[in-house]
């Protein structure tokens, strides 16, 4: 069974960029699409956006547009997701999630990374 | 962008059912998926598709759809059953996801 592992806790600065990582093991990478997904502090789920590695496409949400960049590296079988001009209301907990279906840039999240918390701080 | 309309709370007896419902207009087109969340813990997908259930969801859950409305439906609610429950969906241009704002429920 695949595992989505992530990486730690951070601590950023306003203005500054936050990369996270997300590693598969135990299964198909290429082929499943890596969305991310975050969760402010007693607030809603929030889809970010994605990337199929196998095709190297990506899409993300308008709010994210111009500060989001996903990359993936088949190699390490690794995504990453990187944020930029953090404020203090990025502050959230981020997700790693694959779908059930292959090759689709969809939801029904089956599998997800535990989670790591990003603290924006001055 | 497209958006999904949840209930933010309800409360069911314990044994009683439950139906929480996800509005909006690309539902009309796309399943919602379901996702119950315990605290401190990552979602977890409970029925995706038409209705269908990932191995280990017990079958008191179960999902439908009318029109521009998903439902999820706990039968017979169990006191593990209190969590928050989102839905999804693929958005209406079928390129992004939209999540509900969630449905807190409490089993009393």
């Known amino acids: 069974q695949v595992q989505l592992v992530q990486s730690g806790a951070e601590v950023a600065k306003p203005g500054s960029s936050v990369k996270v990582s997300c590693k598969a093991s135990?299964?198909?990478?290429?082929?499943?699409?890596i969305t991310w997904v975050r969760q402010a502090p007693g607030q809603g789920l929030e889809w970010m956006g994605g990337?199929?590695?196998?095709?190297?496409?990506?899409d993300y949400a308008q709010k994210f547009q111009g500060r989001i960049t996903i990359t993936a590296d088949k190699s390490t079988n690794t995504a990453y997701m990187v944020l930029s001009s953090l404020r203090y209301e990025d502050t959230a907990v981020y997700y790693c999630a694959r779908p059930l279906s292959q090759l689709l840039l969809t939801n029904s999240f089956n599998i997800w990374g535990l989670g790591t918390l990003v603290i924006v701080s001055s | 962008s497209a958006e999904l309309t949840q209930a933010p709370a309800v409360s069911v007896a314990l044994g009683q059912t439950v139906r929480i419902t996800c509005q909006g207009d690309s539902l009309r087109n796309f399943y919602a998926s379901w996702y119950q969340q315990k605290p401190g813990q990552a979602p977890v997908l409970v029925i995706y598709g038409k209705d269908n259930r990932p191995s280990g969801i017990p079958d008191r859950f179960s999902g439908s759809r009318s029109g521009d409305t998903a439902a999820l439906t706990i039968t017979g609610a169990q006191a593990e059953d209190e969590a928050d429950y989102y839905c999804d969906s693929r958005d209406s241009s079928g390129d992004t996801v939209v999540f509900g704002g969630g449905t807190k429920v409490t089993v009393l």
């Open positions: 990337i199929i590695p196998v095709f190297d496409t990506t």
């Open positions: 135990g299964g198909t990478f290429s082929s499943y699409a």
